[in-house]
């Protein structure tokens, strides 16, 4: 077993992963060592490092642990998505796509999230390191950000996998991952020369949508005895949704916007030096830009869009980073150490602040700069021993972050007498520094138990101390039974925007609360006293896995979620010229459960290698406000996915694929706990019904090198249109689901 352990050590199995498959490896080493020396052989003969074989049995292994799901270079290539990750993202078991608060404020701008905890608490990483671009963008009233998310910085050319991690097993990897993980692994050097090109279109049906076209390259392979490369490039535009496209749905008077159009450059370098079979140094550097393509989006009933910059450039997200990693294989097991930089710039047409105008632009638009630099050296040694006649693994790392945020224009909304502050001229700069250790075992106690504690220690400059225990527990049943629960503790600190003392918002008339009765309208203040949010996040779930390949699992999960950070109305006080003044408050406590169930049925071949049928559901049974029973986030009340994928000869393989989503409801309070419908005579509050999705695609490998694809998305065309620009006048009808759409690939290499 131990031996079994330390093979999978030498595998660049990322961060996210590893908990899931050294919990694993014990039940599962029996039925994969066979295949695991296999792939080891190759590999070598290959000529490959052995730092860098077994990605197919850690794959097999990481899909056997609830709440883990991965997705595979094939499943990318049979369904591929237009531009962002997100699209593929979303059929996995657990994830939705929402925004970042109830409000519904920029329904287009969805983002991942994982079991209901909010985008803000799910974690994006990049081959294991943490990507925090979306930071660097404002953080509305409401908790809303105009910015796209974190999911779209790898094209899908260089994705080699993504790993999906759910549940309590996430907590250690600290503040932003109560929801979980999200972890894009890159393609790797080769032992030989290997490069490929791909061409992707998508042509919408219905001219109102816009369509994407994108061309990314990949080139890897050895340098010289001892020294290799990767490198990776995309150029990828999606066209804005026409202005008009949400006209006849609109109930406010004013057409919300549909979805802004995207255009990305990336490009990527690795370079890999072996210094020995056990020893591995990586540098890498890369630089993407993202710039949007104005579909005239704004944030409340008041439009103050410059509708001359529809089809423009707007804003602009462009992203710098570097990283060196040293991997080694000791005699006493494994190690990882990497110091990385991220240099993130927002700039933007300038937005208003606050009140009716916030975040449309501005009559007399002028460009904006923030900056935000992010600075991480991180490690781990994973060491395996015997203690009274058990087998362990012990994990210990470390990670030290120094985040540096300068976002000037966001200081300058004006005002009088707010302690504290100087209105006139206020510092745009705010900084964060977090250390954190970390320790975890995973304790074969006996051929049926495993056991893995783990605790999770973070100092975070501002806000103190926190713990994060964790437990998972795996127990066989059967040989075919296996029965796998876990608790932990997870937490996120406050952004750079709410903990800044510095940080204003403004407004006046419907933003201030039913008893305000002041003349100098309301201000919420950042607040450097807020505490982390936090959670205790339970899992508990069955698995059936026969050698057969056949394979189900159900699993529920409970989050209590505690001091959700808003902006409240409390504590306030009046100002000399009558304003009030409130800050960003830590909120009442908040229920979160519901149920995950996937199931694989074999129809052909051998374990269904010829022809399967993949499906997953989520059930949400709670996601709210324990004090107002308002929901957190905008999201169906249950998701099911189902796939037929079929390949009918060596070359030709088609995939069928449905996807059905539950009701989605509106919250009937706003922030200030105030009826926006429902009640006191207002309109009722209107919910998005049931609503399903079909897509088709066929793959041919003309050559063993050459390869095509064409697919239709929404079979059955059911579009959804955006009704308005918040729930309050939209219902949860606060986005565009596009229609039907044909795409076509072309991937060739050599």
């Known amino acids: 077993m131990i031996r079994a352990a330390r093979r999978a050590f030498r595998s660049p199995v990322s961060h996210p992963l590893t908990l899931a498959v050294l919990a694993s490896l014990a039940l599962a080493a029996p039925l994969h060592a066979q295949q695991a020396d296999e792939d080891e052989t190759r590999a070598e003969q290959a000529g490959a490092s052995t730092l860098d074989t077994l990605h197919v049995t850690a794959e097999q292994i990481a899909k056997q642990a609830l709440g883990t799901s991965i997705i595979t270079q094939e499943d990318i290539e049979r369904r591929p998505p237009a531009n962002d990750l997100s699209d593929i993202l979303r059929t996995m078991p657990g994830v939705n796509l929402t925004g970042n608060s109830s409000s519904g404020a920029y329904g287009n701008n969805r983002q991942i999230d994982l079991r209901g905890m909010g985008p803000e608490n799910t974690l994006i990483l990049v081959d294991g390191r943490r990507v925090s671009a979306r930071d660097s963008v404002r953080m509305g009233v409401a908790g809303e950000r105009n910015s796209r998310g974190d999911t779209n910085w790898v094209p899908a050319e260089a994705v080699e996998r993504i790993e999906v991690l759910r549940g309590p097993a996430a907590a250690r990897y ?95 370098g ?199 225990p964790s437990l998972n527990v795996q127990y066989k049943l059967t040989p075919d039974w296996l029965i796998k629960g876990g608790v932990a503790r997870a937490f996120k600190a406050p952004n750079l925007y709410q903990a800044n003392p510095n940080y204003l918002y403004y407004t006046r008339g419907n933003g201030c609360p039913d008893y305000y009765t002041g003349s100098g309208g309301c201000y919420i203040q950042g607040n450097a006293s807020l505490d982390p949010e936090t959670s205790i996040n339970k899992e508990i779930g ?23 950070i808003v902006a409240g109305y409390s504590d306030y006080y009046e100002t000399s010229a009558s304003g009030y003044v409130y800050q960003w408050i830590n909120a009442s406590k908040a229920l979160i459960q519901g149920v995950e169930g996937n199931v694989k049925i074999p129809l052909l071949g051998e374990r269904g290698d010829r022809l399967s049928w993949n499906t997953n559901v989520t059930w949400m049974i709670d996601n709210k406000n324990k004090a107002t029973g308002q929901p957190l986030s905008v999201i169906p009340e249950y998701t099911v996915n189902s796939a037929l994928d079929w390949r009918a000869t060596e070359k030709l393989s088609l995939s069928l694929m449905a996807t059905f989503y539950g009701k989605q409801e509106q919250a009937s309070l706003d922030r200030n706990n105030e009826a926006v419908c429902g009640t006191d005579g207002l309109v009722a509050c209107d919910t998005l019904g049931a609503y399903h999705l079909f897509n088709a695609s066929v793959r041919y490998r003309i050559t063993k090198k050459v390869g095509v694809g064409f697919g239709v998305n929404n079979l059955a065309d059911k579009r959804i249109f955006r009704e308005g620009s918040r729930a309050s006048s939209a219902g949860a009808a606060t986005y565009n689901e596009p229609g039907r759409a044909y795409w076509a690939s072309l991937n060739f290499g050599f």
């Open 174 to 268: 600290g503040s932003g991952a109560a929801g979980g993980v999200v972890n894009i692994i890159t393609k790797k050097p080769t032992g030989d020369l290997t490069g490929s090109m791909t061409l992707y279109g998508l042509v919408p049906e219905n001219n109102d949508e816009g369509g994407s076209q994108r061309a990314g390259f990949t080139l890897s392979g050895p340098l010289s005895r001892d020294w290799s490369f990767r490198l990776y490039g995309n150029l990828n535009k999606t066209e804005a949704d026409a202005a008009d496209i949400n006209s006849a749905n609109s109930e406010s008077g004013v057409a919300a916007a549909g979805r802004e159009g995207v255009r990305n450059k990336d490009v990527n």
């Open 270 to 468: 690795l370079l890999r030096w072996d210094l020995t079979d056990d020893q591995v140094l990586e540098f890498e550097a890369g630089y993407s830009r993202q710039g949007n393509i104005f579909a005239g989006d704004y944030l409340n009933t008041s439009n103050a869009t410059v509708t001359s910059k529809v089809g423009d450039e707007t804003n602009v997200m462009t992203r710098r980073n570097a990283a060196v990693t040293h991997r080694g294989n000791w005699a006493f097991g494994t190690s990882r150490l990497t110091v990385s930089t991220s240099d993130t710039d927002n700039d933007r047409i300038s937005e208003g602040l606050a009140g009716g105008p916030e975040g449309s632009l501005s009559t007399t638009p002028v460009w904006t700069h923030s900056n935000l630099k992010d600075t991480t050296a991180e490690g781990e040694v994973n060491i395996p021993s015997v203690i009274g006649g058990m087998d362990n693994i012990w994990t210990l790392g470390f990670e030290y972050r120094d985040s540096e945020l300068d976002d000037p224009y966001s200081m300058t909304q004006t005002g009088t007498g707010v302690e504290g502050v100087d209105l006139t001229n206020r510092d745009g700069k705010t900084d964060e520094q977090v250390t954190a250790v970390f320790i975890e075992d995973n304790i074969y106690a006996t051929e049926r138990l495993t056991v893995t504690p783990g605790l999770r220690f973070d100092h975070h400059s501002a806000f103190g101390n926190n713990f994060s």
């Open 542 to 564: 069955v698995e059936w896995l026969p050698d057969s390949g056949y394979h189900a699992s159900l699993t529920y999960f409970h989050n209590d979620y505690d001091n959700k």
